[in-house]
Nanobody, 119 residues
Framework: QVQLVESGGGLVQPGGSLRLSCVTVRSVLSLNVMGWYRQAPGKQRELVATVTSGGNTNYADSVKGRFTISRDNAKNTVNLQMNSLKPEDTAVYYC?????????????WGQGTQVTVSS
């Protein structure tokens, strides 16, 4: 079983920055893709950014050039540096990871951390 724990959310003014962190607790699995998703009120959960174990990254168009994802494979942690934040970035941000358990791919989610961008 893999437990993901996020931290770093909060209230920030437009144009500000936040750094989200996600640590893995009690994991003996090697994680494949790790990433961040977000869900705003009344909207579906959407991909923000992902990073593979090899370091390949993928970003939503809406955050390209503003957000940077990074991971530490040895520690199974993933971070999201968010700059130039906009009110539309307000959402609950969820850490995500997947791992092979036998022949099946298991998906794991954190509990979420609130990010609010407002003046």
């Amino acid at each position: 079983q893999v437990q993901l724990v996020e931290s770093g959310g909060g209230l920030v003014q437009p144009g500000g920055s936040l750094r989200l962190s996600c640590v893995t607790v009690r994991s003996v699995l090697s994680l494949n893709v790790m990433g961040w998703y977000r869900q705003a009120p009344g909207k579906q959960r959407e991909l923000v950014a992902t990073v593979t174990s090899g370091g390949n990254t993928n970003y939503a168009d809406s955050v390209k050039g503003r957000f940077t994802i990074s991971r530490d494979n040895a520690k199974n942690t993933v971070n999201l540096q968010m700059n130039s934040l906009k009110p539309e970035d307000t959402a609950v941000y969820y850490c995500n990871a997947d791992a092979w358990v036998g022949l099946k791919k298991a998906i794991y989610w954190g509990q979420g951390t609130q990010v609010t961008v407002s003046s």
